[in-house]
């Protein structure tokens, strides 16, 4: 459904040194820098999948979603999506397709988003009787059924994003591409979203890829994972397999009756995270030597309380980049 | 027509007519801006109308035209602005906005021509309302000139097909905005532009006159049309239509490589 071979995409911007002076120099000659923003990437999606692309800022997540709907022509490489090439932009494939930006809005601002999703209707050739059942399922699952009558400017951003996924959704396509569609909403709108996209996807086996920076999206949605660092893939495959990329590693958290002190030389050699005044303290631990290092500390330390659990996926993500930018931004 | 291009048309005017109905409850929410255009729009055709009476209280003729036929020309131009600035002008506003803010991914996405979704996307409703003073002048002054009625079909379809070559032109103008970026620039060219063709050509010297006709084709938009009307120089019809087949081919080429090269935002 989705095939990208070797796909790479690079963008061309300068350099300007700050100031007036700056801006002077920068009208006359301009030092021009390449980034590669997409390396060599080859990925396959299959019908009915739910993929997330998971990366820190500028890894070349939303590169690749405008690749694939076609708004972006590649530098080289192939993609193939529905058996379209993307950047011909054939009216088959634009009908088969939508994209859905968490940053950028497809409905009219200054009217409400029930002319919007008239003009989508019209646009992808939508059939009456098909539209407004469509409208109602999709109003109604979303709890936006007042909302379409009133200015999309004067709605809330949970609101609008709701409205932007049924705006997507008018034409029923085969593929939908959500970039970030719950930033910068509160946690009960992005579960709100989350919840409407699980739904939908099981009613009509859409095939999605999503892109995030929050990982409850993507353990949420996800049964398969893309991580994306600095163009590259770096790991594509099922999420459940993904927080074991770290080696079979735990979490082990102990609250203390008092705080420690951090430089005591029995931390030093472990992998630690303290807290609320170093009266909490997470190690990460090799899952077999858990509960020798356990015993060691309830009796060593004052312990108050003190839990296990595997390691989450945002705290593998979190390290990751960490050991990524660590090695000059080289593939780990 | 086939069935096929017939569901097209169909298609593109379903479409076309959402572009107005969007585009006038928009411009209709903002009341106050509303009225003020249609207020501006009434000064412009009073300020240009006035200031060439003016000029002819002071002379009798500019080249070999009198007062009449001199306001007849203007007001011929001023309809041509007016049908572009009502179907047209609002989207070589928006262009640069759209490409700097990445609206343009959600535009050229959409299943139909790039060059519909962007360039006839806005209607600027408030104009609407001004055709009719244009048209009486028109007629008013239509009327003191003598034109027979058999001419009024033909000064409309003058006037259309001016439209389109300037809508043409102004298009291939404003698409160099993907290149640029900025479109204050650009615009502020249109303007220029605009202001060249509202004159008639014998007031420019010969090899300005050939740039404006053959190079750039402005002088054709207002001069040749009136040509036509006043001296039944039908053979002024050919660069007309030359230039828009030439610019139509020329608009899809730009469009491709501006597409082509279309980076938009980060977001």
């Not at chain 1, 719950?182 to 999605?208: C, S, W």
């Not at chain 1, 892109?211 to 099922?238: I, P, W």
């Not at chain 2, 009719?132 to 409309?156: C, D, E, K, N, T």
């Not at chain 2, 039908?234 to 491709?256: D, E, G, H």
């Given at each position: 459904?989705?095939?990208?071979?070797?796909?790479?995409?690079?963008?061309?911007?300068?350099?300007?040194?700050?100031?007036?002076?700056?801006?002077?120099?920068?009208?006359?000659?301009?030092?021009?820098?390449?980034?590669?923003?997409?390396?060599?990437?080859?990925?396959?999606?299959?019908?009915?999948?739910?993929?997330?692309?998971?990366?820190?800022?500028?890894?070349?997540?939303?590169?690749?979603?405008?690749?694939?709907?076609?708004?972006?022509?590649?530098?080289?490489?192939?993609?193939?999506?529905?058996?379209?090439?993307?950047?011909?932009?054939?009216?088959?494939?634009?009908?088969?397709?939508?994209?859905?930006?968490?940053?950028?809005?497809?409905?009219?601002?200054?009217?409400?988003?029930?002319?919007?999703?008239?003009?989508?209707?019209?646009?992808?050739?939508?059939?009456?009787?098909?539209?407004?059942?469509?409208?109602?399922?999709?109003?109604?699952?979303?709890?936006?059924?007042?909302?379409?009558?009133?200015?999309?400017?004067?709605?809330?951003?949970?609101?609008?994003?709701?409205?932007?996924?049924?705006?997507?959704?008018?034409?029923?396509?085969?593929?939908?591409?959500?970039?970030?569609?719950?930033?910068?909403?509160?946690?009960?709108?992005?579960?709100?979203?989350?919840?409407?996209?699980?739904?939908?996807?099981?009613?009509?086996?859409?095939?999605?890829?999503?892109?995030?920076?929050?990982?409850?999206?993507?353990?949420?949605?996800?049964?398969?994972?893309?991580?994306?660092?600095?163009?590259?893939?770096?790991?594509?495959?099922?999420?459940?397999?993904?927080?074991?990329?770290?080696?079979?590693?735990?979490?082990?958290?102990?609250?203390?009756?008092?705080?420690?002190?951090?430089?005591?030389?029995?931390?030093?050699?472990?992998?630690?995270?303290?807290?609320?005044?170093?009266?909490?303290?997470?190690?990460?631990?090799?899952?077999?030597?858990?509960?020798?290092?356990?015993?060691?500390?309830?009796?060593?330390?004052?312990?108050?309380?003190?839990?296990?659990?595997?390691?989450?996926?945002?705290?593998?993500?979190?390290?990751?980049?960490?050991?990524?930018?660590?090695?000059?931004?080289?593939?780990? | 027509?086939?069935?096929?291009?017939?569901?097209?048309a169909?298609?593109?005017?379903?479409?076309?007519?959402?572009?107005?109905?969007?585009?006038?409850?928009?411009?209709?929410?903002?009341?106050?801006?509303?009225?003020?255009?249609?207020?501006?729009?009434?000064?412009?055709?009073?300020?240009t109308l006035?200031?060439t009476?003016?000029?002819?209280?002071?002379?009798?003729s500019i080249g070999n035209w009198n007062r009449d036929q001199m306001l007849f020309f203007i007001t011929f131009v001023i309809l041509v602005d007016w049908a572009h600035m009502f179907f047209l002008s609002?989207n070589f506003?928006?262009l640069?906005?759209?490409?700097?803010?990445?609206?343009?991914?959600?535009?050229?996405?959409?299943?139909?021509s790039?060059l519909f979704?962007l360039f006839f996307?806005?209607?600027?409703?408030?104009?609407?309302?001004?055709c009719?003073?244009i048209l009486?002048v028109l007629f008013?002054f239509g009327?003191?000139l003598h034109l027979a009625l058999w001419q009024w079909p033909l000064v409309f379809f003058l006037a259309f097909l001016s439209l389109i070559l300037m809508g043409l032109i102004e298009i291939t103008t404003a698409m160099a905005i993907?290149?640029?970026?900025?479109?204050?620039?650009i615009n502020f060219l249109r303007i220029q532009m605009q202001n060249i063709s509202r004159w008639p050509d014998f007031i420019y010297k010969s090899f300005w006159r050939k740039i404006f006709i053959f190079f750039v084709p402005l002088l054709l938009i207002g001069s040749a049309p009136i040509d036509i009307i006043y001296n039944k120089n039908y053979k002024a019809l050919l660069p007309m239509i030359a230039a828009i087949i030439i610019l139509s081919f020329f608009v899809q080429f730009i469009l491709a490589r501006a597409?082509?090269?279309?980076?938009?935002?980060?977001?």
């Amino acid at each position: 459904m989705i095939e990208t071979h070797e796909l790479s995409k690079s963008f061309q911007s300068y350099k300007k040194a700050p100031g007036f002076s700056g801006a002077v120099k920068s009208l006359f000659h301009r030092q021009m820098i390449e980034k590669k923003a997409v390396k060599n990437f080859n990925l396959s999606i299959n019908k009915g999948e739910i993929v997330g692309l998971l990366g820190p800022n500028g890894a070349g997540k939303t590169t690749l979603m405008k690749m694939f709907t076609g708004i972006i022509v590649p530098s080289s490489g192939k993609v193939k999506v529905l058996g379209h090439h993307p950047y011909d932009r054939s009216k088959e494939f634009r009908k088969k397709i939508a994209l859905v930006m968490g940053q950028k809005s497809q409905l009219w601002w200054d009217i409400p988003a029930m002319d919007s999703f008239y003009l989508l209707q019209k646009y992808y050739e939508v059939e009456d009787g098909a539209f407004h059942d469509r409208i109602d399922e999709l109003s109604t699952l979303l709890d936006v059924k007042d909302l379409l009558h009133i200015q999309v400017r004067r709605l809330s951003l949970g609101e609008r994003m709701k409205l932007e996924l049924m705006a997507s959704l008018v034409h029923q396509p085969e593929v939908i591409f959500l970039d970030e569609p719950t930033i910068g909403l509160d946690v009960m709108a992005q579960e709100n979203i989350r919840q409407f996209i699980l739904n939908y996807h099981k009613r009509h086996g859409t095939t999605m890829v999503i892109t995030s920076h929050y990982m409850a999206d993507v353990e949420a949605l996800c049964q398969r994972l893309v991580v994306v660092f600095s163009g590259e893939k770096f790991f594509d495959g099922n999420i459940s397999d993904f927080s074991k990329i770290m080696g079979h590693q735990k979490v082990l958290s102990f609250q203390f009756k008092e705080a420690l002190n951090p430089t005591d030389p029995f931390f030093e050699k472990l992998d630690v995270r303290w807290s609320l005044g170093n009266k909490k303290l997470d190690i990460r631990i090799p899952e077999a030597e858990m509960p020798a290092l356990a015993s060691v500390l309830l009796n060593k330390y004052p312990v108050e309380d003190f839990a296990s659990e595997k390691m989450p996926i945002e705290r593998v993500m979190q390290l990751l980049m960490e050991k990524h930018s660590n090695q000059g931004g080289k593939r780990i | 027509m086939n069935l096929t291009s017939f569901k097209s048309a169909k298609n593109y005017f379903a479409v076309y007519r959402s572009f107005i109905n969007n585009s006038a409850s928009s411009a209709m929410s903002f009341r106050l801006n509303f009225f003020l255009f249609i207020l501006i729009d009434l000064s412009f055709l009073m300020v240009t109308l006035g200031t060439t009476d003016f000029i002819f209280n002071h002379i009798s003729s500019i080249g070999n035209w009198n007062r009449d036929q001199m306001l007849f020309f203007i007001t011929f131009v001023i309809l041509v602005d007016w049908a572009h600035m009502f179907f047209l002008s609002e989207n070589f506003w928006e262009l640069s906005i759209l490409i700097r803010t990445g609206q343009v991914d959600f535009i050229i996405l959409r299943p139909l021509s790039p060059l519909f979704t962007l360039f006839f996307r806005h209607v600027r409703f408030a104009c609407i309302f001004n055709c009719i003073p244009i048209l009486s002048v028109l007629f008013y002054f239509g009327s003191r000139l003598h034109l027979a009625l058999w001419q009024w079909p033909l000064v409309f379809f003058l006037a259309f097909l001016s439209l389109i070559l300037m809508g043409l032109i102004e298009i291939t103008t404003a698409m160099a905005i993907f290149w640029i970026q900025e479109g204050m620039g650009i615009n502020f060219l249109r303007i220029q532009m605009q202001n060249i063709s509202r004159w008639p050509d014998f007031i420019y010297k010969s090899f300005w006159r050939k740039i404006f006709i053959f190079f750039v084709p402005l002088l054709l938009i207002g001069s040749a049309p009136i040509d036509i009307i006043y001296n039944k120089n039908y053979k002024a019809l050919l660069p007309m239509i030359a230039a828009i087949i030439i610019l139509s081919f020329f608009v899809q080429f730009i469009l491709a490589r501006a597409l082509r090269q279309y980076e938009s935002s980060s977001s």
